[in-house]
Structure formats: C-alpha cells, structure tokens
C-alpha cells in the first residue's frame, strides 16, 4: 500500500495568513491526489484533484502542487470559514490511502 | 443536486452482523462506481470497499475482506455494505461516496456512526 505522510498534524494561524500542508507519497503517484476540507461533525468536500484542480466553486485561495512523491496544498489570506481540518488523498494506486490530516487551528 | 443518505447504523455487539444502505439522487447512479469511507473516532479517513458501476468488480481494504460485502441495485439507486463477524475497530462513522470514474472520492454522504460494543 502507498502510504501518505501529511504534514504537520496541526497548524494554527492568524486572518490573512499563508499556510502549507504538504503531503509526501511512499512511492510515485504521478499527480494523482486530491485534497479535502472537513470541518467537525461534517463529511468531508473535495477541495482540489489532479494536485491543482479546483473543483467548481471552490475558492481560489485554495490552491495545489507538486509532483512526483511530493505535493503540498496551501490556502492563502486564511479566513475564519477555514478552520478545519485537511486531508490528502492518493488515487493513484489501490487501495486508496489518506494523509493523517491536519487540524488548522486560529491563532 | 447529487445527495447521498446513508442509513442503518447503532449499536451492536462484537461478532454481530449490520447492513448500511445508501440512498443517492441527483445523477445517473448507475453510471458510477461507489465506495464507503469510514473514520474511527477523532481518527483519520479510511477506505473501505468499491464497487464498480455496474457492480461486476468489488475491492476491499484487506482488515474487511471476508466480513464485508458492497453490493448495488441500479434500479433502486442504492448501495449498501453487509458488515459480518463485527469487531471493536469497526467502530466508525461510515460515508458512502461516489467514485469518480475510477478516481477520487467527489461526493459524501452525512455518514452513519456503526458502534460496535457490548
């Protein structure tokens, strides 16, 4: 199985800050990873696949990178909305496997 | 609008069995392969099973082949997951999901918790 190291486990930021997650894959997935939002007691939404495709409606602060075993996602001029936590996902190989996630906290 | 109703959760003892059942609407169900997700609690996302869209092909995550089975009714819009010989680490909430053509997860049900106690 490919197994996602997501990084850092938590975050916490202030409005209108920058953050980065990234995620490194244990073997190449070929830009096959999408990103989720899940905020508490809430399923999980799509954010970004295909590493920097937004989905429809998805704000344009959210954006994706990376290639090869490493990718990262970032959110710029963070907003309150945000808080959350992030998870990645890797599709290019089965079985499907998820990052840890990460927890972005307000500072 | 696609929608995903999951139903069927609770309560039950360790090797009980319980079947999940998922309600979809908005698009041509038939056209897509569908999987569940589960989260332990205040854990991390898991893959569970697939199956694909015409449910000629299933795929499970190693810890449930053999006690779980995903299943489909086109005519009905419906998947489900027979859950046999339950264990405490099955305790989680369940999501059903659409399976874009073989990819990413891009649509979640609400999820069902599934405790698994005595």
């Known amino acids: 199985d490919i197994q996602m190291t997501q990084s850092p486990p938590s975050l916490s930021a202030s409005l209108g800050d920058k953050v980065t997650i990234t995620c490194q894959a244990s073997?190449?997935?070929?830009?096959?990873i999408a990103w989720y939002q899940q905020k508490p007691g809430k399923a999980p939404g799509l954010l970004i696949h295909y590493t920097s495709t937004l989905v429809s409606g998805i704000p344009s602060r959210f954006s994706g990178s990376g290639s090869g075993r490493d990718y990262s996602f970032s959110i710029s001029n963070v907003e309150s909305e945000d808080i959350a936590s992030y998870y990645c996902?890797?599709?290019?190989?089965?079985?499907?496997?998820f990052g840890a996630g990460t927890k972005l906290e307000l500072k | 609008e696609v929608q995903l109703v999951e139903s069927g959760g609770g309560l039950v003892q360790p090797g009980r069995s319980m079947k999940l059942s998922c309600a979809a609407s908005g698009f041509t169900f038939s056209n897509y392969g569908m999987a569940w997700v589960r989260q332990a609690p205040t854990k991390g996302l898991e893959w569970v099973a697939t199956i694909s869209y015409d449910g000629s092909s299933t795929y499970y995550r190693d810890s449930v082949k053999g006690r779980f089975t995903i299943s489909r009714d086109n005519a009905k819009s419906t998947l489900y997951l027979q859950m046999n010989s339950l264990r405490s680490e099955d305790t989680a909430t369940y999501y059903c999901?659409?399976?874009?053509?073989?990819?990413?997860?891009?649509?979640w049900g609400q999820g069902v918790m599934v405790t698994v106690s005595s």
């Open positions: 996902l890797q599709y290019d190989n089965s079985p499907y496997t």
């Open positions: 073997q190449n997935i070929n830009k096959y």
């Open positions: 999901t659409r399976d874009d053509y073989g990819s990413y997860f891009d649509y």
